[in-house]
């Protein structure tokens, strides 16, 4: 359905560094999608420090919406872990846990110098730091290079759109499925995923265990697409 046009001049404010530093850095849908839905929710409070926790992220239906968007086979809790990992990891966003009662409390806020001090002035102990990690999931393109073949700047764009659409054991599984089928091609793999998701994975006949008809997909007139041995010219 194609979007009408606004209905306000009122904007919401998101500093000129998310523009210039942060935007161009971020390749994670949720990330993107959790951090814009964090400047609009923050810009609607009113109370100082502007803040929001976890249960009110995870009851925001608004969001859930946005992030089941990206896919249906991933829950929106795995989405928005992901996204609010990857922007407490940039550093556009800060993370304090707050005890509460013998329990935490995790809230999040835009990184500015404001939120810094009030975080500093409830307790450092709190704060929960950034760690660098490797923006791709690292075990996948590991496990693909060693069991399938060199990951190109090419497929490396299929395997960024293939782990936002597919839980990561899927992926795991699929690669583990081709190597024990000797079909060493992302095609193969892709196939595979694809029909998981649409049939699912306890009517496939992919599923460790269960007998595969190799031929079917490396014979006869698709038989090109499907390759036995190296991955090296799939894409």
């Known amino acids: 359905m194609p979007f009408h046009g606004f209905t306000t001049e009122r904007l919401i404010g998101i500093p000129p560094e998310f523009f210039t530093d942060v935007l161009p850095a971020i390749t994670k849908p949720s990330e993107l999608k959790v951090t814009l839905h964090l400047f609009y929710r923050l810009s609607r409070q009113r109370s100082r420090p502007r803040r929001i926790s976890w249960d009110d992220l995870y009851r925001d239906e608004l969001l859930r919406r946005s992030l089941q968007a990206l896919s249906s086979l991933r829950s929106f809790e795995e989405l928005l872990e992901e996204g609010l990992a990857a922007a407490v990891r940039r550093g556009t966003v800060l993370h304090f846990v707050e005890p509460l009662d013998g329990r935490a409390r995790n809230w999040y806020l835009?990184?500015?110098?404001?939120?810094?001090?009030?975080?500093?002035?409830?307790?450092?102990?709190?704060?929960?730091?950034?760690?660098?990690?490797?923006?791709?999931?690292?075990?996948?393109?590991?496990?693909?290079?060693?069991?399938?073949?060199?990951?190109?700047?090419?497929?490396?764009?299929?395997?960024?759109?293939a782990s936002d659409r597919y839980p990561t054991e899927w992926l795991e599984d699929a690669i583990r499925e081709a190597v024990r089928a000797n079909v060493r091609s992302w095609r193969y793999i892709q196939r595979m995923l694809e029909r998981w998701a649409a049939n699912g994975r306890e009517t496939t006949p992919y599923q460790a265990g269960r007998p595969i008809d190799i031929e079917k997909y490396t014979g006869g007139q698709l038989g090109h697409l499907f390759r036995r041995g190296s991955d090296e010219s799939d894409l």
């Open 110 to 161: 835009i990184n500015t110098p404001a939120n810094r001090q009030w975080i500093e002035r409830m307790g450092t102990s709190g704060i929960v730091p950034p760690f660098e990690e490797p923006a791709e999931r690292p075990g996948i393109i590991e496990l693909y290079e060693q069991n399938i073949g060199l990951v190109t700047p090419l497929l490396l764009e299929e395997l960024r759109t």
